[in-house]
């Protein structure tokens, strides 16, 4: 455990409330609550005293059902003899879940950089080791790099498609490929698509597991945490091929016996709705990016802006010396706007930042922009 880095939330959290009035571009989560129906969903929930024991480590029926069909309209995944639906306490356990299924202490698994610091962390934990491949100036994937990467301690490529922290959105073809590559080695693809629905530009999302015949070693991952408002419910999915099922299994009974039914039940509600509901607010993000664009590019001889078409964040590369946490610290304490480091990400070499944009609505993003781009003018001398 001392080898795993300390999440940043909790200490860029603890600066904001050390400095009353922060705005913050910190954490990924979304402006809008969940949809009516599904709390709803939490009466009948409540009408039956049974709910309040123990569960199917894998979930209730009606809500696997109900993902079933959300996979094949959404997804155009089929769930067949070969693969099996688990529910799971959001997308980040069911990370943990895949890499304990699938790892021995000293397996290596590849991350493509900057990457999702809980990902790295879940790997450390797993006394595996996280292999690091670069991606190429605008983020997207370097095939290449990631096949040099490959060794026979391999157990795993990650890929995170709309991208966490970069906001980029990998090409079908570069998804192909890896999961082409996946099975030529013998290794699993695992695809977090956490942020499946927030796309712009007419950009579409790509779920490795439509590929025919990939359901052997294919791993996807999903939240209901951004798309429907659910941070603290705590319910994410992932599909896996059946022959996981049984150390998944395992590994769930073992840290959380069944995922918290109240939740299912809201869960239930929610993709009832579907997208009926999201892409309203999906459309009041995108306003909100635009705003954020119109305000970064002019910086061009401070930071450097790469197009980022999904998500909701923005990864900027700062032209400076300084240390990306303390600019932040001082952005925080000087102009009460927050924004997490880049070396949290796994980038070690420059300043970059993070900026997350999903959780603020236009009167509210301005005024944040605002002030980071006041903060940056003034701390930041140009190259």
Known sequence: MNRVQSPI????????????????LGQGVVFYPPPQEAIEKISQ????????????????????KQIVTKLQEDNQININNNRSIVVTAGSNMAFMNAILAITNAGDEIILNTPYYFNHEMAITMASCHPILVKTDDNYQLCLDKIKAAITPRTRAIVTISPNNPTGVVYSESSLKEV???????????????????????????????SIIDSDSYTISLYSL??????????????????????????????????PPVISQYAALGA???????????????DKVRNIFINHLQPLQDICTLVPSQGAFYFFLRINTDMKDFEL???????????????????????????????????????????????GLKHLINPV
Request: aromatic content about 12%.
């Open 179 to 209: 999961n082409q590559l996946c099975q030529e080695k013998g290794i699993y693809h695992i695809s977090d698509e956490a942020y499946e629905y927030f796309t712009y530009d007419g950009i579409k999302h790509f779920s490795p597991a």
């Open 9 to 24: 939330i909790p200490i860029i959290g603890q600066l904001i409330r050390e400095n009353s009035g922060t705005i913050s």
């Open 328 to 374: 932040v610290k001082k952005l925080i304490e000087t102009y009460n706007i927050a924004v997490l480091p880049g070396e949290t990400f796994g980038i070690k070499k420059g300043c970059y930042l993070r900026i997350a944009y999903g959780a603020l609505q236009q009167e509210t993003a301005t005024i944040g922009i605002e002030r980071l781009v006041q």
């Open 225 to 258: 945490s951004k798309a429907y408002g659910f941070a603290s419910w705590r319910i994410g999915y992932m599909v896996i091929p059946n022959h996981l099922l049984e150390a998944v299994k395992k590994i769930q009974d073992t840290i959380l016996i069944c």
């Open 45 to 64: 929930f409540l009408n039956h005293p049974a709910n309040h024991q123990y569960k199917s480590v894998r979930g209730i029926d009606p809500l696997l």
């Open 271 to 285: 993709l009832t709705v579907g997208k009926n509901y999201y892409k309203k607010y999906i459309g009041e993000i």
